[in-house]
Protein backbone atom coordinates (compact mmCIF):
# COMPACT_ATOMS: atom_id res chain seq x y z
CA UNK A 1 0.00 0.00 0.00
CA UNK A 2 1.18 3.71 -1.08
CA UNK A 3 1.06 5.66 1.79
CA UNK A 4 2.30 9.19 2.46
CA UNK A 5 2.58 10.94 6.00
CA UNK A 6 2.85 14.44 6.83
CA UNK A 7 4.46 15.65 9.69
CA UNK A 8 5.83 18.79 11.28
CA UNK A 9 3.12 21.46 10.89
CA UNK A 10 1.79 23.72 13.80
CA UNK A 11 0.85 27.19 14.55
CA UNK A 12 4.20 30.04 13.78
CA UNK A 13 4.66 33.49 15.33
CA UNK A 14 5.66 35.69 11.64
CA UNK A 15 8.84 35.45 11.10
CA UNK A 16 9.80 31.73 12.56
CA UNK A 17 10.68 28.68 11.69
CA UNK A 18 8.92 24.94 10.64
CA UNK A 19 9.85 21.86 9.21
CA UNK A 20 7.74 19.75 7.36
CA UNK A 21 8.51 15.53 6.87
CA UNK A 22 7.06 13.33 4.53
CA UNK A 23 7.66 9.59 4.87
CA UNK A 24 6.49 7.64 2.35
CA UNK A 25 6.63 3.65 2.09
CA UNK A 26 5.57 1.43 -0.52
CA UNK A 27 6.77 3.03 -3.40
CA UNK A 28 10.66 2.48 -4.30
CA UNK A 29 11.38 6.31 -3.27
CA UNK A 30 14.30 7.18 -4.46
CA UNK A 31 12.65 6.94 -8.54
CA UNK A 32 9.61 9.29 -8.08
CA UNK A 33 10.11 13.11 -7.92
CA UNK A 34 8.89 14.84 -4.40
CA UNK A 35 7.08 17.79 -3.68
CA UNK A 36 5.35 19.76 -1.53
CA UNK A 37 2.08 21.64 -2.50
CA UNK A 38 -0.11 23.92 -0.22
CA UNK A 39 -3.87 24.59 -0.22
CA UNK A 40 -5.12 28.04 1.43
CA UNK A 41 -8.81 28.40 2.17
CA UNK A 42 -10.73 29.30 -1.03
CA UNK A 43 -7.25 29.06 -3.00
CA UNK A 44 -6.07 25.95 -5.39
CA UNK A 45 -3.21 23.79 -4.52
CA UNK A 46 -0.04 25.14 -5.25
CA UNK A 47 3.38 24.12 -6.27
CA UNK A 48 5.73 25.03 -3.44
CA UNK A 49 9.16 22.62 -3.83
CA UNK A 50 10.07 20.04 -5.93
CA UNK A 51 12.87 17.95 -5.74
CA UNK A 52 13.81 15.10 -8.45
CA UNK A 53 14.86 11.59 -8.02
CA UNK A 54 18.35 12.80 -9.32
CA UNK A 55 18.29 15.73 -6.99
CA UNK A 56 17.41 18.81 -8.65
CA UNK A 57 15.39 21.16 -6.95
CA UNK A 58 12.75 23.57 -8.27
CA UNK A 59 10.55 26.43 -5.87
CA UNK A 60 8.02 29.04 -6.59
CA UNK A 61 9.01 32.16 -6.90
CA UNK A 62 7.01 33.39 -3.52
CA UNK A 63 9.19 31.10 -1.36
CA UNK A 64 12.46 30.91 -2.92
CA UNK A 65 15.30 32.26 -0.28
CA UNK A 66 12.94 30.88 2.14
CA UNK A 67 12.54 27.59 1.74
CA UNK A 68 14.45 24.45 1.35
CA UNK A 69 13.38 20.82 0.18
CA UNK A 70 15.64 18.11 0.92
CA UNK A 71 15.34 13.99 0.72
CA UNK A 72 16.90 11.21 2.58
CA UNK A 73 16.86 8.28 -0.34
CA UNK A 74 17.59 5.90 2.43
CA UNK A 75 15.01 6.95 4.85
CA UNK A 76 12.56 7.61 2.64
CA UNK A 77 11.90 10.77 3.63
CA UNK A 78 11.19 14.37 1.52
CA UNK A 79 11.65 17.71 4.28
CA UNK A 80 10.55 21.31 3.55
CA UNK A 81 12.38 23.69 5.85
CA UNK A 82 10.76 26.72 6.30
CA UNK A 83 12.05 29.80 7.51
CA UNK A 84 11.39 33.47 7.42
CA UNK A 85 7.38 32.30 7.67
CA UNK A 86 4.68 34.89 6.37
CA UNK A 87 0.73 35.07 7.11
CA UNK A 88 0.28 34.61 3.92
CA UNK A 89 2.12 30.97 4.11
CA UNK A 90 -0.60 29.67 6.40
CA UNK A 91 -2.12 26.71 4.37
CA UNK A 92 -2.58 22.96 4.47
CA UNK A 93 0.65 21.39 3.53
CA UNK A 94 0.53 18.09 0.96
CA UNK A 95 3.35 16.14 0.12
CA UNK A 96 3.25 14.57 -3.28
CA UNK A 97 4.96 11.17 -4.77
CA UNK A 98 5.29 11.42 -9.00
CA UNK A 99 6.79 9.56 -11.74
CA UNK A 100 6.14 8.42 -15.16
CA UNK A 101 7.09 5.29 -16.26
CA UNK A 102 6.11 3.25 -19.47
CA UNK A 103 3.79 6.54 -20.14
CA UNK A 104 2.00 6.39 -17.52
CA UNK A 105 2.10 8.52 -14.46
CA UNK A 106 2.30 7.52 -11.05
CA UNK A 107 1.23 10.19 -8.15
CA UNK A 108 0.39 9.84 -4.52
CA UNK A 109 -0.89 12.77 -2.19
CA UNK A 110 -0.52 12.96 1.49
CA UNK A 111 -3.61 14.09 3.65
CA UNK A 112 -2.33 17.30 4.51
CA UNK A 113 -0.46 18.89 7.64
CA UNK A 114 -1.71 22.03 8.74
CA UNK A 115 0.50 25.25 9.11
CA UNK A 116 -0.30 28.31 10.40
CA UNK A 117 1.18 31.89 10.72
CA UNK A 118 -0.12 34.18 13.01
CA UNK A 119 0.63 36.31 15.89
Request: glycine share 12%.
Amino acid sequence: QVQLVESGGGLVQPGGSLELSCAASGIIFSTYDMGWFRQAPGKQRELVAVIMRGGNTNYAEFVKGRFTISRDNARNTVSLQMNTLKPEDTAVYYCNARKVASGSVYETWGQGTQVTVSS
